[in-house]
């Protein structure tokens, strides 16, 4: 063994060492599980469906239109299609409250907000991926 390296298991027993965290209790454990995402990120979670729900009241207001049913508020009950449906027209519909075309990069974080808002419900579709058919 080098030098540098300390010996951690010593005839089967575990040698405590300093690079773990002191232990914590069963609560700590959940309350840390609900926190996956940063706040920032969380906040990107509630933008984009703000904008998502605010465009498809908007867009289901035309009576000659396909309505949109895909629903954030329920990812479980969302299919791929109709996801896939509703998104490609979102970004190319999708515009600031002023009327002014959002930057491009800003709906591609639109469209990824989307994908981390999904993998945070468990659903883990990728959405820009070109050897997807249905996106």
């Not at 010996?7 to 040698?15: A, F, P, R, S, Y």
């Not at 940063?38 to 207001?61: G, H, Y």
């Not at 791929?80 to 998104?87: D, F, R």
């Not at 930057?103 to 468990?122: C, H, N």
């Amino acid at each position: 063994m080098h030098g540098a390296q300390k010996k951690v298991w010593d005839n089967g027993q575990c040698n405590p060492t300093s690079h773990f965290k002191a232990l914590v209790s069963e609560d700590h454990i959940e309350e840390y599980s609900q926190k996956k995402f940063a706040s920032e990120t969380v906040k990107k979670f509630c933008w984009v469906k703000k904008i998502f729900l605010d465009w498809k009241c908007n867009r289901n207001k035309y009576p000659d239109l396909v309505p949109i049913t895909a629903d954030l508020e329920n990812p479980s009950r969302l299919m791929k299609a109709e996801l896939s449906y509703a998104l490609v027209r979102f970004v190319s519909e999708v515009k600031k409250v002023d009327g002014t075309d959002y930057l491009l990069k800003t709906v591609y974080e639109l469209v990824i907000s989307v994908q981390m808002y999904l993998e945070s419900k468990g659903i883990f579709w990728k959405l820009l991926d070109e050897n997807d058919t249905v996106f």
